[in-house]
């Protein structure tokens, strides 16, 4: 699914700008610091979102799953 490809690769990027502020080369250059600081924040929202709807997706599984095991139970 598309929407979910995009999805995974602002993900990524939030991993990759997380890392990118814990180096102590960008810490000491606040522009830099500051411009992913900015940029994590924009996407923050947007990753907590995809991570409760992967959260949601385990739970809906499971659920499913476990209604499959109770009527195969005799």
């Not at 991993?15 to 960008?26: G, K, Q, R, S, Y």
């Not at 947007?46 to 476990?66: G, N, P, W």
């Amino acid at each position: 699914m598309i929407f979910l490809d995009r999805l995974k690769k602002i993900e990524r990027r939030f991993h990759d700008i997380e890392n990118e502020l814990a180096n102590p080369e960008v810490v000491k250059d606040m522009a830099r610091y500051q411009k992913f600081a900015r940029e994590r924040s924009g996407i923050q929202p947007i990753v907590e979102s995809f991570h409760a709807y992967q959260r949601t997706e385990r739970e809906v599984a499971e659920t499913r799953q476990s209604l499959s095991d109770r009527n195969l139970d005799p």
